[in-house]
């Protein structure tokens, strides 16, 4: 079975400042691997996932298969990237699995 | 369009009863997932259907069932509802399994 862990609940950075958010995950199979985004009374939206290789928002994320995880970086917080976050890992039968998520708050 | 729209928007239940909550996905789309997420959880896979075949299911006992209508909306069935069934119920669609899921705004169920 699959499981994603978030390790950090809360993550507040000042602006400006780098931010890192944790992602690891266990699973037997290749994975496929997902940020998702929640802004303040919006709804859960894709951030990205990490076949598509890009760079969102200025945030990156890259799969490191041997130490499984899939953490995501931005060098600048912004006030805006204030939100919760999700990784995300999808196996080969489609099924989503969800890590418990990380608040950030970027102070000004 | 409007995205993926999600009815009712929040009901109160009390235990023992049943409800059904509704998915109206994106126009094209052709696959459903339900989701339950529990205050300071993420997201929990329930279900997801296409083409309106279940494809797959999650560790939810069987008083939960959905099923997906030709015109691709969906329903979700809780049956005799518990206090821990509390929980925002997402709806997800998708072109096809596999592809970027879309979310709707969610149905707040609160079980009394």
């Known amino acids: 079975a699959q499981r994603v862990t978030q390790p950090e609940k809360l993550l507040s950075v000042f602006k400006g400042a780098p931010v890192e958010l944790k992602c690891n995950y266990s699973?037997?199979?290749?994975?496929?691997l997902f940020w998702y985004v929640q802004y303040s009374r919006q709804r859960l939206q894709l951030l990205l996932r990490h076949i598509s290789r890009e760079s969102i928002k200025g945030f990156t994320a890259d799969l490191n298969k041997g130490e499984t995880s899939f953490h995501l970086k931005k060098p600048f917080a912004q006030e805006e990237d204030s939100a919760m976050y999700y990784c995300?890992?999808?196996?080969?039968?489609?099924?989503?699995?969800f890590g418990a998520g990380t608040t950030v708050t970027v102070r000004a | 369009d409007a995205g993926v729209t999600q009815s009712p928007t929040h009901l109160i239940k009390t235990r023992g009863q049943h409800v059904t909550l509704r998915c109206s996905p994106i126009?094209?789309?052709?696959?459903v997932s339900w989701y339950q997420q529990v205050l300071g959880q993420g997201p929990q896979f329930i279900f997801q259907y296409y083409e309106k075949e279940e494809r797959g299911r999650g560790n939810f006992p069987d008083r939960f069932s959905a099923r997906q209508f030709p015109n691709y909306s969906s329903e979700l069935n809780v049956n005799a509802l518990l206090l821990g069934d509390s929980a925002l119920y997402l709806c997800a669609s998708s072109l096809s399994s596999g592809n970027e899921q879309f979310f709707g705004p969610g149905t707040r169920l609160t079980v009394l």
């Open positions: 699973y037997s199979g290749s994975p496929e």
């Open positions: 126009s094209g789309h052709k696959s």
């Open positions: 995300a890992l999808e196996a080969h039968d489609y099924k989503l699995s």
